[in-house]
């Protein structure tokens, strides 16, 4: 095949560069090199990182004033202060409103990352354990997707298609 990059116990890797350059010479307009596991549905379902029609994480304002795109981690996001421990009883009501509103719309069919994981609590547990409340709320509420998960997982009663647990 080609030279190999390196490897370990495991796993032996190669350089397939040559290959497709190879490959590609002999492909007509409209074919696709796949292995044999791939599926449409995952094709449609990826997210082009960086493109803003398909990143939900894009910060498309240029909030610094300069008009350029942004990109903003969790943990950016959670020490630019946008997701408080400090909260009033309002302010935790509406956040435990919107987690539900997640949930109920993950439950319909949509992704976890486009669902439950676009509320910052729930991707730091530790963070969270220090309040009372809110720790247990996104604490219950992992549990109830990880039961969920394995739920509909061991009784397969969904394709792969139909049950778009991660």
Known sequence: MGSSLGSSSNNRWFDVGPLLDATCGAMHCGELIHLENFSFFEAMSSVSLMDPKMDAGMDRGGSDGSGAVHSSTVDD????????????????CDVVDQLMACEATWHNGHSLAQTIFTCLYMHHPA????????????????ASVYATQVLVCRAGVA??????GQ
């Open 77 to 92: 996001l959670i020490h630019q202060g946008r997701a408080p421990l400090q909260l009033s009883g309002r302010d935790l």
């Open 127 to 142: 963070r969270t354990a220090s309040h009372s409340v809110l720790g247990a709320i996104c604490s219950g509420l992992r």
């Open 159 to 164: 394709e792969e298609e139909d049950f778009v």
